[in-house]
């Protein structure tokens, strides 16, 4: 075996550990964040290919867990922007006429994954990560590449949202009382 072969060798088995230790946390983020199990599988799976195509710059990287689940965030995001598009064109062709949309889903907003649905994705995504994942502050802005101040803002504004969708006691169980 070369030295070339010796390398790639070195890091498939790298890539491997790291796609069985984390692949799971990846696919329940991509759940939470797109809200459909059967999308999150594939979503976790796409955004470990994309890993390995980068993996000899994730392998240095100080977090690289944290460099995948922002590549878990980006392809949520983007998957999330084409469904909410076709609907809007689904919702254009078949409509004759306007609707009223002003009052709320009270049985939708009963449910946590619909509530989160309703945030934004930078207010649902920095949620999701501090208190379902149980992530830091810190943690939270490496994997979406923003700053732990924004973390905290988005945090606080979702976690607000949730609490107007949901009522005090359901958010307080969703945040299980810690803080880091």
């Not at 088995?13 to 999308?39: K, N, S």
């Not at 994309?50 to 460099?67: F, I, N, S």
């Not at 732990?148 to 949202?161: D, W």
Request: some cysteine; overall charge positive.
């Amino acid at each position: 075996m070369g030295p070339v072969q010796e390398i790639h060798g070195n890091a498939a088995i790298e890539f491997h550990a790291f796609f069985e230790r984390h692949h799971a946390e990846l696919a329940r983020l991509a759940c939470m964040l797109i809200g459909e199990p059967d999308g999150a599988d594939d979503l976790a799976a796409d955004a470990l290919v994309a890993v390995w195509h980068r993996w000899d710059r994730v392998r240095r990287a100080d977090q690289p867990l944290a460099y995948a689940r922002g590549i878990v965030a980006n392809m949520a995001r983007t998957r999330i922007r084409a469904a909410v598009r076709e609907r809007r064109r689904i919702v254009l062709f078949w409509s004759n006429r306007s609707e009223e949309a002003d009052a709320p889903d009270v049985a939708a907003a009963l449910d946590v994954r619909t509530a989160l649905a309703r945030l934004p994705f930078r207010k649902r995504a920095c949620v999701v990560l501090r208190h379902a994942l149980d992530l830091s502050e810190r943690d939270t802005a490496l994997a979406l590449g923003i700053s732990v101040g924004t973390v905290k803002s988005q945090t606080s504004k979702g976690m607000a949202e949730l609490q107007k969708l949901l009522g005090p006691r359901a958010v307080g169980e969703l945040a299980g009382g810690r803080r880091r």
